[in-house]
């Protein structure tokens, strides 16, 4: 199912919450701890918006 509306799934996250998923990313971003090596894993990387 997520195949279907991977392509749109960002753009309509920022739409129906107002840009609200914008503000969790910075928050989350400036509060990961990475590992040893700066490396941080995303177990759940969906369309790879945090990650990136």
Not at 35 to 45: C, E, F, Y
Request: glycine letters at 12%; hydrophobic letters at 50%.
């Amino acid at each position: 199912m997520f195949g279907r509306i991977a392509r749109f799934y960002d753009l309509l996250n920022r739409l129906l919450s107002l840009g609200v998923d914008q503000y969790w990313r910075r928050v989350l971003a400036r509060n990961v701890t990475p590992g040893q090596g700066g490396v941080v894993l995303d177990l759940a990387a969906g369309t790879l918006d945090v990650a990136l």
